[in-house]
């Protein structure tokens, strides 16, 4: 039996998640969160084989949480879980340790195959996330300037995108707020901007976030 912690702050998503998953036989959904918080606390009270991690959320965010789980030991698999198909995030969720990326459009079949996958140990990307990563780093025509972040910076560029104060974010991440602003004055560095707005612009337009 594979057991399975859904993280998603969506009821809607996770009741959908969830009904697909328990028509399964070989699978058990342990437990549900709805943020990263409650998934690195279930994650480590329960030990599922498998947690399926979406990567926006509100508190310290899947990406974190995605870490931080995984520092409790190599038993747990994540697969991340995005609206986002473009480069980085699906890069820096396998950088994170993450064993599998998934769209929420993926179809049921393709998200059964991706756990059992991953909980035999095997890497698992769709054919088409798999091709856009390979596109990015190929053609300098799709550079995506947001991919020469760190994860560290890219996880504080998109909290800086959703409107979180630099204290929020020091306290999401269990870090100083000096830390929080070097990490966001070397990303403005790096993406040769100066501004929140001028990086929520390029934010937009690299569809590293999309408009509500």
């Given at each position: 039996m594979i057991k399975i912690a859904l993280v998603d702050d969506h009821d809607l998503v996770r009741t959908g998640i969830r009904r697909i998953l328990e028509d399964v036989a070989d699978f058990s959904v342990v437990c549900e969160a709805k943020d990263g918080e409650s998934a690195v606390k279930n994650c480590r009270k329960l030990a599922p084989d498998v947690v399926l991690m979406d990567l926006n959320m509100p508190g310290i965010g899947g990406l974190e949480a995605t870490r931080q789980i995984l520092r409790m030991g190599e038993s747990i698999k994540v697969i991340g879980l995005s609206m986002q198909k473009e480069d980085p995030i699906p890069s820096q969720v396998?950088?994170?340790?993450?064993?599998?990326?998934?769209?929420?459009?993926?179809?049921?079949?393709?998200?059964?195959?991706?756990?059992y996958k991953v909980a035999s140990g095997q890497k698992y990307?769709?054919?088409?996330?798999?091709?856009?990563?390979?596109?990015?780093?190929?053609?300098?025509?799709?550079?995506?300037?947001?991919?020469?972040?760190?994860g560290r910076e890219l996880d504080i560029a998109i909290r800086i995108t959703r409107g979180q104060k630099v204290?929020?974010?020091?306290?999401?991440?269990?870090?100083?707020?000096?830390?929080?602003?070097?990490?966001?004055?070397?990303?403005?560095?790096?993406?040769?901007?100066?501004t929140d707005v001028e990086l929520t612009h390029l934010a937009l337009r690299h569809k590293l976030i999309e408009l509500s």
């Open positions: 396998i950088q994170a340790g993450a064993f599998g990326f998934l769209t929420k459009d993926a179809e049921p079949e393709e998200m059964i195959n991706a756990i990307l769709s054919p088409e996330i798999a091709q856009r990563i390979a596109m990015s780093k190929l053609s300098p025509d799709n550079v995506n300037p947001f991919s020469d972040l760190s204290p929020d974010i020091a306290e999401q991440l269990h870090i100083a707020a000096k830390t929080v602003n070097t990490y966001r004055y070397r990303l403005f560095d790096k993406l040769e901007i100066s």
